[in-house]
């Protein structure tokens, strides 16, 4: 399970420092694509084959499906570890979570999310946490 903050800096060819407590869970090798809400998502290859599973196991008639699966699978990339503890994010990835230098990392359950700083302040707001807790009340949380 990833959990916790961590902040870092995008270099100017678009590697990123990946924190050590994820590496370890993560290996050398993993996948990113896009995410939701405006960020990147970082699976490890298990938790990426288990969500890929159940793209795959959507109905492909289903026009929704089909635009739900080809967003995560058509930007998904596999990104390696340097010996600096280093990714490479793709330019087309950072474009799409409006990364430019100051990023969030965030471990939350299952993945991790790759967000800009200032965008991450804005969607880790919590003054709406008691209605949002209502809200979940059904679902067994």
């Given at each position: 399970m990833f959990m916790g903050e961590y902040n870092h800096t995008v270099d100017a060819k678009?590697?990123?420092?990946?924190?050590s407590k994820f590496r370890?869970?993560?290996?050398?090798?993993?996948?990113?694509?896009?995410?939701?809400?405006?960020?990147?998502?970082?699976?490890?290859?298990?938790?990426?084959?288990?969500?890929e599973e159940k793209?795959?196991?959507?109905?492909?008639?289903?026009?929704?499906?089909?635009?739900?699966?080809?967003?995560?699978l058509a930007s998904a990339c596999t990104c390696e570890v340097d010996k600096q503890g280093r990714i490479l994010l793709p330019a087309k990835l950072r474009e799409m979570a409006s990364l430019k230098k100051?990023?969030?990392l965030a471990g939350v359950g299952g993945h991790i999310e790759i967000w800009d700083k200032a965008l991450w302040q804005q969607a880790s707001s919590y003054d709406d946490l008691n209605e949002l807790a209502e809200n979940?009340?059904?679902?067994?949380?």
């Open positions: 678009g590697r990123l420092i990946m924190p370890e869970q993560l290996g050398d090798a993993f996948v990113v694509t896009a995410g939701l809400d405006g960020c990147l998502f970082v699976y490890a290859d298990e938790e990426w084959k288990a969500f793209l795959y196991a959507l109905p492909v008639s289903n026009p929704s499906a089909r635009k739900f699966s080809r967003y995560f100051d990023v969030v979940l009340e059904g679902l067994g949380i």
